[in-house]
């Protein structure tokens, strides 16, 4: 589908990105130490934190993927948001004080509180590495898809902007300006998420009986492409993709419903019938291959129970792994918050554990009312005329776009922030890790303050070019898919080593490292291996995948767990360490 | 303290995890229940998705409460912290 770029969108774009970046420079200024760079001397006010929580949470995946999957198949991609707020409950009645009272700047301080050992400290800031790396390939591929339509630039051309953005702030600045970056877009997209709600409960649903026609893009073997039989343009006698996304039938046979309630909402989309499309692409003989998007009318009680899309449709299915699959990523979601590595440095930035524990719940509270309105705004775009066939992240600004091109341009101006957002904060836990973890465990020269700040810096030019690479790459892949990922590794590699550290007291150094070590490779291969990767990535038939079904999780996890007590348990002699913490 | 506020974490933990599971179990092995209706015409996926994010933050809120009882002006702890918090500000006078 063509986007026109447009000038106001451009502007208020422009707008917002220089403001983020003045900012930066100002608050930077004061981060010259250790201390100020990684943790912002621990002088945030919960209150803020906790609005940066919901920043740093509420990714591209989020904001474009949960409401473009949810536009696309109905109730399913609203699972990702139950899950990945429940994974909030895990880091707050777990994870957060014991976090606090540990560490100071990274995850693997806080592993390696009890026992000094360069081996967990090794280990611990190469599954952060992993992790990160993971997470930021999602993200940067959302920045790519953010600004065809905004500024009507290619795809690369929006990873390299975004990575640049990035590198600037978090070299000019540190975790205290990421803070209040992610505080201000945090507050901005729970706020125009609202106003964007109530807009389509204002507008409430139309009906277009006369269902609209397939369309269908060929790719010659020449390379030309034509949309709907012209060549692709967008001239008079050429063709481009049409927006989609209508209801063909209201209850009663009514035209329009006039504005609904919020549960009005859904009882009167439960009785309509939606038109939903499929893909379906064939190849033929003379080397074109055709995509066909056809129009399938769907009753709305379909749309609103789980098993629409593909991810999730093992639930319909009666072969148990297809439901194991199921089962494993809401495991993963629900284990995976607490163990991702720029979560958990935001606990360094507040003063004690109480701050801790209340910036957390802000974050529960901002984070839970964001998930709920996504809802609203994946069935806002599936029946206003808001998708593009071919891309389901772009729903939301899309969405906004079928209301106003003001809306538009703050909605994608915000979304683009968002992605700034997370993967200044994924960049600093990595140069983090880099520098206290890798670094200090790997070699005995004693750093100065400033030679560390500078290491970090290093570090967060080098994994943002390699973050730039990725989202290049990776571009063809669905970006909460990803996420789904990046959460089975963290919660693998870093959840079993976290956990038993505080609830156990055998717990040993050898069992940590062997925990993150297993859990993270384990895991790694699961994904490599798996019937989703062969498919996406490799280009072979999912059925020859090794293992039974795509998410590590629920066998990932269970194994950290006991190759943790397992090590433990053989190298328990050396357990003279202090108490447990907790 | 420290050890009442992991307490009370663990047992608003597994309150949490129960309602979780049901949800994800019914999901899996029983999808004819969650398409149900049972009040104002919204189904029963959508009521336990909506009663899940709002169980959240009211067991947030009472984990909050709960813990402030006890400490009302709770100081920076001592053990690991207070070494990591002076190892910091030596760090910064470098």
Redesign the interface.
Same mark, same amino acid.
Request: no cysteine; glycine share 6%.
């Given at each position: 589908m063509n986007h026109e770029p447009s000038t106001l969108a451009i502007a208020i774009f422009l707008g917002m990105v220089g403001i983020t970046l003045g900012i930066s420079f100002y608050l930077g200024r004061k981060a010259k130490? !250790?201390?100020?760079y990684f943790?912002a001397h621990g002088q945030i006010p919960w209150f803020v934190n906790g609005v940066a929580f919901a920043g740093d949470y509420l990714s591209a995946a989020s904001f474009l993927g949960i409401c473009g999957m949810i536009a696309f198949y109905g109730?399913d991609g609203? *699972?990702y !948001?139950?899950g990945y707020?429940?994974g909030?409950? #895990?880091a &707050?009645? #777990?994870v957060a004080? @014991?976090m606090? =009272? *540990?560490?100071?700047f990274t995850f693997a301080?806080a592993l390696n509180?009890k026992f000094n050992s360069p081996g967990i400290k090794l280990a611990a800031g190469v599954s952060t590495l992993a992790v990160s790396v993971f997470y930021l390939i999602p993200q940067m591929v959302g920045a790519g898809v953010l600004v065809r339509p905004l500024l009507g630039l290619p795809h690369w051309a929006g990873v390299v902007l975004v990575g640049a953005v990035v590198i600037v702030i978090v070299v000019t600045a540190g975790m205290v300006s990421t803070t209040w970056v992610q505080f201000i877009k945090g507050g901005m997209l729970v706020a125009f998420s609202t106003v964007l709600t109530v807009m389509i409960l204002q507008r409430g649903f139309h009906a277009e009986p006369e269902l609209p026609a397939a369309q269908t893009i060929v790719k010659q073997a020449d390379g030309t492409v034509l949309v709907n039989g012209l060549p692709k343009g967008d001239s008079p006698g050429e063709g481009q993709l049409q927006p989609v996304g209508s209801i063909s039938k209201l209850p009663g046979g009514v035209e329009k419903t006039g504005p609904l309630g919020p549960?009005e909402f859904?009882?009167k989309l439960?009785?309509s019938e939606v038109v939903l499309w499929s893909k379906s692409e064939v190849k033929g003989d003379d080397g074109s291959t055709t995509t066909t998007f056809s129009p399938k009318p769907t009753p709305g009680?379909q749309i *609103?129970? @789980?098993?629409a899309s593909p991810t999730f449709a093992g639930? =319909?299915s009666e072969k148990f792994s297809d439901?194991l699959n199921? &089962?494993s990523l809401?495991l993963a979601l629900?284990c995976g918050t607490a163990s991702l590595p720029h979560i958990l440095i935001r606990y360094y930035t507040v003063?004690?554990?109480?701050a801790a =524990?209340?910036s +957390? $719940?802000v974050g $529960?509270?901002c984070i839970?009312f964001f998930?709920?309105l996504t &809802?609203y705004m994946g069935l806002g775009a599936m029946t206003s005329g808001a998708l593009d066939v071919t891309d389901s992240n772009m729903a939301a600004p899309l969405l906004a776009r079928s209301m106003s091109e003001l809306l538009f341009a703050i909605i994608s101006a915000i979304a683009f922030t968002t992605v700034l957002g997370t993967v200044s904060g994924l960049i600093l836990a990595s140069a983090g890790a880099v520098t206290h973890d890798l670094l200090e465990s790997v070699t005995t020269v004693h750093l +100065?303050?400033?030679q560390r700040v500078r290491i970090a810096k290093m570090a967060a030019v080098v994994v943002g070019i390699i973050a730039i690479f990725l989202g290049i790459a990776f571009k063809e892949l669905n970006v909460s898919y990803l996420v789904g990922w990046a959460f089975s590794v963290a919660a693998s590699a870093n959840l079993p080593a976290l956990v038993m550290l &505080?609830f156990w007291r055998g717990t040993t150094k050898q069992g940590i490292i062997a925990a993150v070590l297993v859990g993270m490779i384990s895991s790694l291969g699961w994904i490599l291996l798996s019937g989703d990767t062969y498919a996406a990535v490799y280009g072979l038939p999912k059925e020859n995948s090794i293992v039974p079904f795509s998410q590590p999780g629920i066998v990932t996890i269970p194994l950290g767990f006991i190759t943790l007590i397992a090590v433990s348990l053989l190298t328990g002699g050396q357990r003279q360490q202090a108490p447990a @913490? !907790? | 303290m420290a050890n009442r506020n992991a307490r009370i974490g663990l047992i608003l933990f597994v309150v949490y995890l129960a309602f979780y599971s049901g949800f994800v179990l019914l999901a899996a092995f029983s999808p004819a229940t969650m398409a149900r209706t049972p009040w104002a015409g919204v189904n029963l996926a959508i009521w336990y998705g909506f009663a899940l994010i709002a169980a959240a933050l009211i067991l947030a809120l009472v984990y909050g409460y709960l813990c402030r009882i006890e400490v009302p002006s709770e100081p920076v702890r001592p053990a690991p912290g207070a070494r990591d918090t002076a190892s910091a500000s030596k760090g910064g006078h470098q």
């Open positions: 130490d !250790s201390a100020g943790a109730y609203f *699972l !948001s139950i707020l429940a909030w409950i #895990v &707050l009645f #777990v004080e @014991p606090k =009272r *540990l560490g100071k301080d509180a549960l859904f009882s439960e009785q009680s *609103l129970q @789980p098993g639930i =319909r439901k199921f &089962l809401m629900f003063k004690d554990e109480a =524990r209340k +957390t $719940i $529960i509270a839970g998930y709920v &809802l +100065t303050d400033a &505080l @913490p !907790s | -």
